[in-house]
């Protein structure tokens, strides 16, 4: 097939035990699906249906196990935030899947880091504007190694932990989520049809903060695997 422009070239992600890649297709998150960052946030960690935010697949930046990649600043941010999350990488097509089924749809999984302008994400609020590009920025997604879940299995809990420039920030545990892996999975699967590809970022426990120019984000999943960036 002939296109009238260059046809880009799709972002991908390694995966652990192989040469061959994971082709990124879409990236959604959850907002605020632990309670203790809820209540950092300001809101209240009642079990309310999960939301959803995207990031475009250019935002994701591939950070392979034992390496560490480079994220560039980006503009118009004074307040640039760091969220651990755990990804999850869908292997099937799910559409309006129950929480008994939704892990049959999951390939693998990685950590991530979710970027945050949030000054600008903070400013969008205040004026009850869309705070899309808060989130959906280049190079705001950066992902680790993917790891097969034939290989893990379903990590259901674990600590999951960030530090920058070696002083820890966030701390949690994966069983602190307030919906949990297949739920996420079955109510997002409600709204739309997931497709392989897609890549699904959980949410971050309590401590999000400021990350600068110069510094060194690594972060950890128990029974997941690493990440580690610097930002230029």
């Not at 097939?1 to 890649?21: F, Q, W």
């Not at 879409?26 to 605020?32: A, D, K, S, T």
């Not at 503009?75 to 309006?96: D, K, W």
């Not at 109510?187 to 971050?204: E, Q, V």
């Amino acid at each position: 097939m002939a296109y009238v422009i260059d046809a880009p070239e799709p972002r991908s992600l390694p995966v652990a035990g192989t040469s061959d890649r994971f082709p990124v297709r879409r990236v959604y998150c959850v907002g605020r699906n632990y309670a203790d960052h809820a209540r950092e946030m300001g809101h209240d960690p009642d079990r309310e249906p999960p939301f959803f935010f995207m990031k475009p697949a250019e935002a994701v930046v591939a950070c392979p196990d034992g390496s560490t990649a480079v994220v560039a600043y980006p503009t118009q941010t004074a307040n640039l935030h760091h969220e651990i999350e755990l990804a999850v990488a869908i292997g099937t097509s799910a559409a309006a899947v129950t929480p008994d089924e939704a892990l049959n749809h999951v390939y693998g999984y990685g950590v991530a880091v979710d970027l945050t302008r949030r000054d600008m994400q903070d400013d969008a609020k205040a004026l009850r504007r869309p705070w899309d590009l808060s989130k959906g920025f280049d190079e705001s997604a950066p992902i680790s190694t993917i790891a097969p879940a034939s290989d893990i299995g379903h990590p259901s809990e674990g600590r999951i932990t960030v530090a920058v420039d070696g002083t820890t920030r966030q701390d949690g545990d994966l069983n602190q989520q307030i919906w949990n892996v297949a739920e996420v999975i079955s109510a997002l699967s409600h709204a739309i049809t997931l497709l392989p590809g897609d890549i699904i970022l959980t949410g971050t426990p309590a401590g999000v903060g400021p990350v600068e120019r110069g510094e060194t984000v690594i972060g950890s999943i128990a029974g997941v695997g690493t990440i580690a960036f610097r930002v230029a």
